[in-house]
């Protein structure tokens, strides 16, 4: 089964514009955390944003918001007041338990366009 | 900040050679790290848990004779595709977590990944 869904294969938004990337997830461990990822085309892997599942407040990270309910499972991305710079793949990923490995599983991305 | 660099960068060989990845943590060590394969356009996949100083433990459907791993100390993991065919042309891209950090919420640096062309 799919732990993480990502619904949106593209997004197009005008720049200065909000945009709200989805992620749903599955899991049914208490603790799990909740990573978004920006993915340009050089390939690098920028990480952006973190909400763990105990977290009573969603997190914020400059232009980034996470919109975390946990009830409906769903940790989406919110980027305020856009910039052509903010062009690329984004994926959600999540951490399931709090000891061992803690390996990330990523959902199927999104990619966003800018347009001018 | 933590800084994890990955060697090639791109490499292209030819089928039935065999090419080594390297994924060093330039300022922690790091006794996990993880290796991810992203064909066009789709996700990253895990491949491998990289252990120092133990075996790596591998995903459901990754050939362990075909992708070795190597972690021999705390800031490099290897990864050698042997006998390399078309199919695994791939950009394949290593992982790790800063001890640190709290394990709890910080993140995985990545490496800037190697695009792997098997002619």
């Known amino acids: 089964a799919q732990k993480i869904t990502q619904t949106q294969p593209g997004m197009f938004v005008q720049e200065k514009e909000a945009v709200t990337l989805d992620c749903t997830y599955d899991?049914?461990?208490?603790?799990?955390?909740l990573f978004w990822y920006k993915q340009p085309s050089s390939g690098e892997m920028i990480f952006l944003i973190y909400?763990?599942?105990?977290?009573?407040q969603n997190a914020t990270e400059g232009r980034y918001s996470l919109n975390f309910q946990k009830a409906r499972k769903s940790a989406n991305l919110v980027i305020s007041a856009s910039q052509l710079g903010d062009s690329a793949m984004y994926f959600c990923?999540?951490?399931?338990?709090?000891?061992?490995?803690?390996?990330?599983?990523f959902g199927q991305g999104t990619r966003l366009t800018i347009n001018p | 900040g933590a800084v994890v660099s990955q060697h090639p960068s791109w490499v292209i060989c030819k089928s039935g050679t065999s090419v080594k990845i390297e994924c060093r943590s330039l300022?922690?060590?790091?006794?996990?790290m993880f290796w991810y394969r992203q064909f066009p356009k789709q996700s990253l996949m895990l491949m491998a848990t990289?252990?120092?100083?133990?075996?790596?433990?591998?995903e459901q459907g990754v050939e362990k004779d075909k992708f070795l791993i190597n972690h021999a100390s705390l800031t490099l993991s290897t990864l050698t595709v042997t006998s390399a065919h078309p199919e695994d042309s791939s950009f394949y891209i290593c992982?790790?977590?800063?001890?640190?950090?709290?394990?709890?919420?910080?993140?995985?640096?990545f490496g800037n990944g190697t695009r792997l062309t098997v002619t």
């Open positions: 992982s790790a977590r800063d001890p640190r950090q709290s394990s709890y919420n910080s993140p995985l640096h």
């Open positions: 899991t049914s461990d208490p603790s799990y955390g």
């Open positions: 990289s252990n120092e100083g133990s075996k790596a433990t591998y």
């Open positions: 300022d922690f060590q790091a006794t996990t």
């Open positions: 909400q763990g599942s105990y977290d009573q």
């Open positions: 990923a999540m951490r399931e338990g709090i000891q061992g490995a803690q390996k990330l599983v």
